[in-house]
């Protein structure tokens, strides 16, 4: 079965430290994408990758990065965690030509 | 600005009735849409798309009818089971310089409630 996997279910964290969301895909597909879901905003783009090493903003980049070393890979990373950063973080790939995307689980961050 | 969007936060039907969930779209020239369906605690997951050389597509139990003319996306489920109970998203494929493929503009969701 394939698969999108994210490191964490839960996550809490305190304001001020560096956060590392991971998330993996199986499908060995080009595109990955980052987004984050709040109650009355839906999910929005923070980030998203076509290719290993490669990057580009989605619709709110503001207070984080990324890194894709691998094609499977693609990490989210908040340099300084914010109260405002608290929100369910959803991870998605999908192929080139395939216009939909695979979700992963997601993770609930939490910052104290 | 672009934007997908619902009619109706919140729909509530009784086991075995139909259900529609509806959403507008604003982009006159997206030319592909997806619904999803979030349970609670997951990812959404794929229901079912279509593409805007097509205004009905029918799948397992669901349907997904599109009218360009007033830029409407419906989703219709059949005999809806306690399972269908979840959060449903409409999406636009939203293309990346010229490119085939982009990312996706999602709706706010429409929460279906199902009573037995």
């Known amino acids: 079965d394939v698969k999108v996997t994210q490191s964490s279910r839960y996550l809490v964290k305190r304001t001020g430290e560096k956060v590392f969301l991971e998330c993996v895909q199986d499908?060995?597909?080009?595109?990955m994408f980052w987004y984050r879901q709040d109650p009355g905003l839906g999910l929005r783009l923070i980030y998203f990758?076509?290719?290993?090493?490669?990057?580009e903003k989605g619709d709110i980049p503001e207070g984080y990065s990324v890194s894709r070393e691998k094609k499977e890979r693609f990490s989210l990373i908040l340099e300084s965690a914010s109260t405002n950063q608290t929100s369910m973080y959803l991870c998605?790939?999908?192929?080139?030509?395939?216009?939909?995307?695979?979700f992963g689980p997601g993770t609930r961050l939490t910052v104290l | 600005g672009e934007s997908v969007g619902l009619h109706l936060p919140t729909l509530s039907v009784q086991e075995g009735d139909n259900s529609i969930i509806n959403c507008a779209y604003s982009?006159?020239?997206?030319?592909?849409f997806i619904w999803y369906k979030q349970e609670s605690g997951k990812g959404p997951q794929f229901i079912i798309d279509i593409r805007s050389n097509m205004d009905k597509r029918q799948g397992q139990r669901v349907t997904v009818l599109l009218n360009k003319t007033v830029k409407h996306l419906s989703l219709q489920i059949a005999a809806t089971q306690p399972g269908d109970s979840a959060v449903y998203f409409c999406?636009?494929?939203?293309?990346?310089?010229?490119?085939?493929?982009?990312?996706?503009?999602f709706g706010k969701g429409t929460k279906l409630s199902v009573k037995p």
């Open positions: 499908m060995d597909h080009e595109n």
């Open positions: 998605a790939s999908s192929s080139m030509g395939l216009n939909w995307e695979f």
């Open positions: 982009n006159s020239a997206s030319d592909y």
């Open positions: 990758s076509y290719d290993v090493k490669m990057k």
């Open positions: 999406a636009e494929d939203r293309p990346l310089n010229g490119g085939s493929q982009g990312n996706l503009i």
